[in-house]
């Protein structure tokens, strides 16, 4: 009897151990949405708006394009980008709202619309200057995790959840520590690389009273030639933006 | 105007952190045109005189200053034009604002400006309905940029999808037509923007002329593929109405019926960022064809009438087509244009291309290649045009 009693009090500590285990795994496994969240701060999502000035400079084979240089303001789904440089193009603008697109020009008789077709420079997209919210544009899944650079990652799928997504497929490394993206790889849909992306964050931005690391640089490869595109963020600042900068009428 | 100085004062007063910037370009140009001496509208270029070589040296100066509130902007243009023609050399020097314009953000969502502003809109290339006052969108003379409407306005922008702003047009800008028409006039707009559709309304009223009203949409497909529109409903100050019957005179309808006018496009973009357009527009002001062949007809014999209130298109269909590089190439740019009028069968090749010398230098050429003879609309006043520049930033 009492040996009994005392296997059935050994058999319900066993369960509970069991439980505990279980439930502090599933409790200490990551939610990919919740880390595509926080990795989108540092690319400038989730913001109430970001202004940054970006130096590009992009490389086809042995040729060195002329470099840019752009002033972008964004904030969720919108984004206006004015060139700074090379001088001959200074004043042209490329205004997004969701998946309208316009270019203007000081010279033009009216704002042009153009297509995501129609990149900014070499590799970069639209999208890649804009800032970024892969949690709101894909769903993400959560694969392994893996070391890039001796550094542990977070190795998410993302599909595009909608057309507005400037990419349909995109495996995204995440730094455990930092919850940072960085590394990326862009495919079609039909599942096809299509261009690689490496991300370095040596600019630090305040928001709500936090040090959040900021992106400072992307290089971007193209996975069929040898290209590449370098993207420089400076000047950072987080502040709210008018809508009516992202007002076609009042670009002038 | 006083009240947006006295808040840009106040503006300037709370704000120390201004922006300031300029820009500026140097073109030089000339081009070269063979006037058609059987023209039947200008024969051997008595009536129009029109230069046969033109040489053309101009400045254009972006000037910028802003703050978190108020943002003060300029475009000025100086230009001398030596003209030539059989008759003789003339020249031209002016200097103008093409833009300008005082934005004060007033309050949140409220932004109150004056200044010179081309109110133009829609994604049409041929032709802009919409817009009351520039329905030819550059296209008669494409070296010149569009001057601005001089106006004050208050544009209201609750969000990232709509605006709405209101317009008072105290008179047309530098080098305006008169009588001026759209002096002392007012226009509203209202523009919205969802995920993949944009489009506006419009309405203007001149004192003197009936409302116009417009619209203009966009609908992004896909990536490569877009559909627009645009709309207007006019009465223009005069028209030169043409009778089908040639015996009868031409008629000064002053101010004219009310017109149409509508433009259907898609715009197909490829990998390459190359894009090709088609339009096709109908212009309810122009003739039909019996109306433009007694045009021509009658004007054998009342010479400067037809040439003096010549309508804004002579016929009322026209295909438009445009295949064009990606203009975000840092290289070089160039542009084809095809235009046929689908009244009187004539048409016209255009072709534009420019190059980058040195990062702050640019050779362009501008060919012009009408098909068409004297009594149609493409080839009614001169054979061909050609131009050549360069354009340098400083």
Redesign the interface.
Known sequence: MLWVMFKERVMRAIASLLIFAVSGAVMAAPDAHSILKDSDQARGGGLPGIVWEIKLQSRDGERN??P?RILVKA????SIAETQE??????SKILQ????MW?TR??L?????????????GQASNGDIAATNYAGDYDAQLGATENVDSDPCYVLDLSAK???ATYDKIRYWVSVKRVVGIKAEFYSVSGKLLKTARFEYGNTIEHDGKHIPFISRMIIRDALIDAETVMEFGTVKVKKI???E?????M? | MLVLCAVASTAYAEEADWRTSWDGTLYGYANSMVVRDDSVLNPYNQIARLPQRSDVAEIRMNLKAESETVRVTARGIGSTREMRNAFGQRSHTEGYLSLWQVRVRAAEGWNVAAGRDVLNWGAGQFRSPSSPFYFDNGRTDPMRELVGMDVAKVSWTPDMRSSATLVRVVRSGYGAAQPDAWRDSWLAKFDTRGEEIAWGMVAAKAPHLGAFYGAHGQYTMSDELMLYGEFGSSVLPVVLGSPEDAAQPYQIQSPSPRGNATLAGSSYTFESGQSLMLEYLHDGHGYTKAQEVAYFERATTQFGLPLGLMPRLLGRDYFHAVWQANMMSETGYWRLMYTRNLTDSGSEFAAYGETTLHPRLSIYALAVLPQGGARQEAGALFTRSFTLGLKSSI
């Open positions: 394009d002329e840019q904030v969720d789904d919108s090379p001088v001959r193009f200074k004043g709202v969701e998946r309208n270019m000081p010279g008789s009216k704002p042009i619309p153009i297509s995501p077709r129609q990149r900014m420079s909608h057309k507005r008018a809508a009516s992202f007002d076609l009428g009042q002038q």
